[in-house]
């Protein structure tokens, strides 16, 4: 059973509850991508901290230098890997275990977190896997 719902009667001082309900929801309506998107794009100033995360690109060779000295300085790395997904899945796999055999060697930690990005983390910081 289908119903419609004639919202024109809702409109005046004496608002019934639902469009009370669906007037709030378009106005509060927010659109996720378009947020999250935002979040990324704000600059602000680094302040001094003990330690940070590090959002980077594995790109090239020369880009494992520059993950392991973070790693070595105490700040975590969120890895975009996506670059070499599409150019070389042979070449991001020899790569990605060169990484994992320097976490181990440091006693840090790394892990998958979608399809293009992973978290690598410094020594004695371990991150809980799902099974």
Known sequence: ??????????????????????????????????????????????????????????????????????????NTVLLNVSELIKRNPVRLKEQINKLKRFTDEIDGDMARISEEKMILTPARIKIIKKK
């Not at 004639?6 to 106005?27: E, H, P, Y």
């Open 1 to 74: 059973m289908v119903y419609n719902l004639d919202l024109a009667f809702i409109g005046g001082t004496n608002m019934s509850f639902v469009g009370k309900i669906l007037n709030r929801s378009q106005k509060d309506s927010v659109d996720i991508e378009d947020f999250l998107n935002t979040i990324d794009t704000e600059t602000q100033e680094v302040e001094d901290a003990d330690a940070y995360v590090k959002p980077m690109f594995l790109k090239a060779d020369t880009d494992l230098k520059t993950i392991a000295k973070e790693l070595k300085d105490g």
